[in-house]
């Protein structure tokens, strides 16, 4: 059988928006992955000084949202919201019938940070004290809910929660919303804000993340020798994907195509990867068959690849078992963004359509010492210019999560 | 704790309404209903009523909210329950 035998239709991308530690906007995050640029910070606050891991890639939000607006919306809502008005006025505000729109929003952690604060409220003030907004604040449900709310989608809301491939299965179903018929635009993408020293206790007894505290800008860094863990991110992608016809119809400008998804699941562990990377190759071969394309294709990867020391490697070893003698260029964006959880998987298909768009792949920074055990084209120190009409973007997440995205021209 | 006389409690009540649903304060008369005027729902209106009981030390039953539907019928069940 052929790769093409089994190709169903891609979807066209219409718009594009990102909040993210590089910037406010898709442009900033662009700019940011070419230059090279860190959005990795130290936690000095005083909440975070006992904590052994005390690094994180946060956002601004200042003056993005009205003070009223933003007292009702957890963070994680408030990031949603804010790519997705960037997505949706970049597409040009579609007209559609809201009985034909739908949203697809992802997330791993939800409203945590709201829950946080208001479990302290009921310790201090006791029940009549809690806000009656808790509960849509902390749903996971809510980052999809408030973006769905704001642009009136009546054809469903979804919130696919897997983790760290959160933000990519929510493309995936978006994908299948489309192809099915039962919608014309979704909205889609993933959004995490849970920087706080509760979760970041948390990973840190996993030993899931770097302390390279004395270098923040340097603790993300992927494929490198002294890689010691990923950095938690905070931000948001959301993508308006629309039928190729209805897109055609309306004369809306094509950013690109999400051609193709695979999904897989490694029934290994619950957090560590599965080392053999059959689980992740079966996403990506997956994928490649979805949108009919063949592993000599690919022209760039756009990897998951989070700086820890077992992940990078499964997922090179999942790479070349499922591309063969294929070696496409690979890139790292969270060596610049830092680890966004929930929404990394939708940040990055951007970044890759950028990659498209622009024929520039960028460098994953902080890449000095290389593990030779990483047996990839990695583009190293500067931009690889290099036209190509196929890219590969790939999601894991804690749960065994195994997805893979196909984006082209 | 002295009463307080219905004018501060709606001068406070307008407080309360610009910080939780900004809501501007000449929009706050007497004969403004909450929903149908203020477009403060539900789940704001908890919001509205918990600022109110720590401001002045009241307590508003649930039973009590169903007839306060305007600022008049919240200022005056106010002004009398903190007396």
């Known amino acids: 059988m052929t790769a093409a035998s089994t190709a169903r239709q891609p979807v066209a991308v219409t718009g594009l928006g990102a909040l993210t530690p590089l910037g406010r906007d898709v442009a900033a995050l662009h700019e940011g992955l070419l230059e090279g640029r860190s959005g990795v910070r130290l936690l000095d606050a005083p909440e975070f000084a006992e904590l052994p891991a005390r690094l994180a890639a946060t956002v601004d939000l200042t003056d993005r949202l009205d003070r009223v607006e933003a007292r009702k919306l957890d963070r994680v809502q408030q990031v949603a919201l804010v790519a997705a008005r960037e997505a949706w006025a970049d597409a040009g505000s579609p007209e559609v019938d809201g009985d034909r729109l739908a949203v697809v929003i992802g997330s791993g952690i939800g409203g945590a940070l709201t829950l946080l604060d208001q479990d302290r409220v009921l310790r201090d003030k006791g029940p009549r004290a809690v806000s009656p907004h808790l509960i849509p604040m902390l ?79 340097a603790a993300s860094r992927p494929y490198d020798k002294g890689r010691d863990g990923f950095v938690l991110g905070e931000g948001a992608g959301v993508l308006v994907l629309e039928t190729v016809a209805h897109a055609a119809a309306r004369g809306a400008r094509v950013h690109g195509h999400l051609a193709g998804a695979g ?8 957090t560590a990867p599965d080392p053999t990377g059959t689980g992740a190759a079966r996403s990506i071969t997956a994928a490649l068959r979805d949108a009919g394309v063949g592993p ?77 055990q990483a047996d990839l084209d990695i583009v190293r120190t500067v931009v690889r210019e290099h036209p190509h009409e196929v890219a590969l973007s790939t999601s894991f997440g804690f749960g065994g999560h195994d997805v893979s995205l196909v984006l082209t021209r | 704790m002295t009463a307080p006389d219905p004018a501060s409690v709606l001068t406070g009540l307008a407080d309360v309404l610009q910080e939780v649903a900004g809501t501007p304060a000449d929009k706050v008369v007497r004969e403004a209903g909450f929903e149908a005027d203020l477009d403060i729902d539900s789940l704001t209106m908890v919001e509205v009523v918990v600022a109110c009981e720590e401001k002045w030390g009241v307590r508003i039953p649930d039973a009590a909210l169903e007839g306060l539907r305007t600022v008049g019928d919240a200022v005056d069940y106010i002004a009398g329950a903190a007396k």
């Not at chain 1, 999904?263 to 619950?270: G, I, K, N, Q």
């Open chain 1, 139 to 217: 749903m996971p449900n809510g980052p999809a809910a408030t973006v769905g709310l704001e642009i009136g989608a009546r054809a469903g809301v979804h919130c696919p929660v897997s983790a760290c491939a959160s933000g990519a299965e929510a493309l995936a179903l978006a994908l299948d919303l489309l192809r099915s018929g039962r919608a014309d635009i979704v909205v889609a993408g993933g959004a995490e804000a849970c920087v706080h020293p509760l979760p970041l206790a948390g990973f840190a007894q996993m030993r899931a993340l770097s302390t390279r505290h004395d270098e923040p800008e």
């Open chain 1, 263 to 270: 999904l897989a699941s490694d029934a290994h562990h619950v």
């Open chain 1, 296 to 372: 000599d294709e690919v022209g760039h990867i756009d990897a998951h690849a989070t700086s820890t020391p077992l992940g990078d490697l499964a997922e090179a070893r999942a790479l070349n078992l499922a591309l063969g003698t294929a070696r496409p260029p690979v890139t790292a964006p969270k060596s610049c963004t830092g680890h966004l959880l929930g929404a990394a998987g939708a940040v990055e298909a951007i970044a890759a359509l950028l990659s498209l768009s622009s024929g520039r792949i960028p460098a994953v920074r902080n890449l000095d010492d290389l593990d030779d």
